[in-house]
C-alpha cells in the first residue's frame, strides 16, 4: 500500500521556519518526482517545489529563495524547508509523488498525502 504522510506543520510568526517532512512507504522516493502542493482557503491548489529523481528543482516563484526541497533516499523521506515565512504561506500542504509513464511504465501512477496545516500569523 502506497502511502504518503506529512508532518511538521503547525502555527508559526511571520519570518519564522518550519520544516515540513514527507514519509514515504509502499515507494521509493528516489524513483518518483516528489512535489510539495499548497491550497490555501478559497484558492486553488498550486505546486510549489518539486524535485525530481535526478535532482531538478522547481520553486514557485513567489517561494524562491525562502523554501528548500530535498530528499534523503536512505530515509526514503522528501523534505521541505521553509524560512522566511509569510501570512500569505498559510495553507494545507501537501506531498506528491509521480513516476511518470515510458518504458516498462504503463502509465502514470500518481499518489497524494493528506496534507498538513501551515498557519503563518503573528
Known amino acids: 500500500q502506497v502511502q504518503l504522510v506529512e508532518s511538521g506543520g503547525g502555527l508559526v510568526q511571520p519570518g519564522g521556519s518550519l520544516r515540513l517532512s514527507c514519509a514515504a512507504s509502499?515507494?521509493?522516493?528516489?524513483?518518483?518526482?516528489m512535489a510539495w502542493y499548497r491550497q490555501a482557503p478559497g484558492k486553488q491548489r498550486e505546486l510549489v517545489a518539486s524535485?525530481?529523481?535526478?535532482?531538478?528543482?522547481f520553486y514557485l516563484p513567489d517561494v524562491k529563495g525562502r523554501f528548500t526541497i530535498s530528499r534523503d533516499n536512505a530515509k526514503n523521506t522528501v523534505f521541505l524547508r521553509m524560512n522566511s515565512l509569510k501570512p500569505e504561506d498559510t495553507a494545507v500542504y501537501y506531498c506528491?509523488?509521480?513516476?511518470?509513464?515510458?518504458?516498462?511504465?504503463?502509465?502514470?501512477?500518481?499518489?497524494w498525502g493528506q496534507g498538513t496545516q501551515v498557519t503563518v500569523s503573528s
Open positions: 506528491n509523488a509521480i513516476l511518470r509513464s515510458g518504458g516498462f511504465v504503463p502509465r502514470d501512477y500518481d499518489y
Open positions: 509502499g515507494i521509493f522516493v528516489s524513483t518518483y518526482e
Open positions: 524535485i525530481t529523481s535526478l535532482g531538478s528543482t
